[in-house]
């Protein structure tokens, strides 16, 4: 993948599944609204057979997977086909497998010190979890002066409305968000609601 993972949309889909089976109409709908990158979280079983679904049949769709918190999980969703990782914090073993999978991540940051780290081992791509109790905009702010170097994708509270205010940061490349795939949705297997959601998401610009 040539471009960066904050790059590819102003708003990352953080989707849990519950059954494999609505991975692939899921993926569809949110590359159809314009949100090709799908962060499918390792909190169910269905995780792995949702991210080998779309890797097998969206082409347009680039799958990772979130919630990666151990080497394993590494190993496993990289051979599922993702094609990126986040994690929702880090340790020097977890960021050494990240590092050696060959594939773009974003480890989990939520303090100072923990970015300054990531920046001494060369990472400059972060997720900020989580992003509404952790410090919202302020936080991150105040972050861009000392630390211009590390870009950030928020994730944890954001939505629709906040969502803008995160994006026009000059440290922000991207947010990730839950709410356009809302459950109800899904349950329901309303992919036409999930589109227009996403084309909503899509929309937004800094």
């Not at 594939?103 to 920046?119: D, H, I, K, Q, R």
């Not at 409305?161 to 947010?175: F, I, M, Q």
């Given at each position: 993948?040539?471009?960066?993972?904050l790059?590819?949309?102003?708003?990352v889909?953080?989707?849990?599944?519950?059954?494999?089976?609505?991975?692939?109409?899921?993926a569809?709908a949110l590359?159809?609204?314009?949100?090709?990158?799908?962060?499918?979280?390792?909190?169910?079983?269905?995780?792995?057979?949702?991210?080998?679904?779309?890797?097998?049949?969206?082409?347009?769709?680039v799958?990772?997977?979130g919630?990666v918190?151990?080497?394993?999980?590494?190993?496993?969703t990289?051979g599922?086909?993702a094609?990126?990782?986040?994690?929702?914090?880090?340790?020097?073993?977890?960021?050494?497998?990240?590092k050696?999978?060959?594939?773009?991540?974003?480890?989990?940051?939520?303090?100072?010190?923990e970015?300054?780290?990531?920046?001494?081992?060369?990472v400059?791509?972060?997720?900020?979890?989580?992003?509404?109790?952790?410090?919202?905009?302020?936080y991150?702010?105040?972050l861009?002066?000392?630390?211009?170097?590390?870009?950030?994708?928020?994730?944890?509270?954001?939505?629709?409305?906040?969502?803008?205010?995160?994006?026009?940061?000059?440290?922000?490349?991207?947010?990730?968000?839950?709410?356009?795939?809302?459950?109800?949705?899904?349950?329901?297997?309303d992919?036409?609601?999930?589109e227009?959601l996403?084309?909503?998401?899509?929309?937004?610009?800094?």
């Amino acid at each position: 993948m040539t471009s960066s993972v904050l790059d590819l949309a102003p708003v990352v889909p953080v989707v849990v599944l519950e059954d494999a089976a609505d991975a692939v109409p899921l993926a569809r709908a949110l590359v159809a609204g314009g949100l090709p990158a799908i962060e499918v979280t390792l909190r169910t079983v269905a995780a792995l057979d949702a991210i080998k679904g779309i890797t097998a049949e969206v082409p347009d769709a680039v799958v990772g997977a979130g919630t990666v918190i151990s080497v394993q999980n590494v190993s496993d969703t990289v051979g599922a086909g993702a094609r990126f990782l986040v994690s929702p914090g880090w340790t020097d073993t977890l960021l050494d497998a990240m590092k050696a999978s060959g594939v773009p991540f974003l480890p989990g940051v939520s303090t100072t010190s923990e970015v300054v780290a990531l920046l001494e081992r060369g990472v400059t791509e972060m997720k900020f979890f989580p992003a509404e109790a952790a410090g919202g905009t302020a936080y991150l702010k105040a972050l861009s002066s000392p630390l211009p170097q590390a870009r950030f994708c928020p994730t944890g509270g954001i939505s629709l409305a906040s969502a803008p205010s995160y994006l026009a940061l000059p440290n922000v490349g991207c947010v990730g968000g839950s709410w356009m795939v809302p459950a109800d949705a899904v349950a329901a297997k309303d992919w036409a609601r999930v589109e227009r959601l996403a084309s909503e998401a899509a929309a937004l610009r800094g």
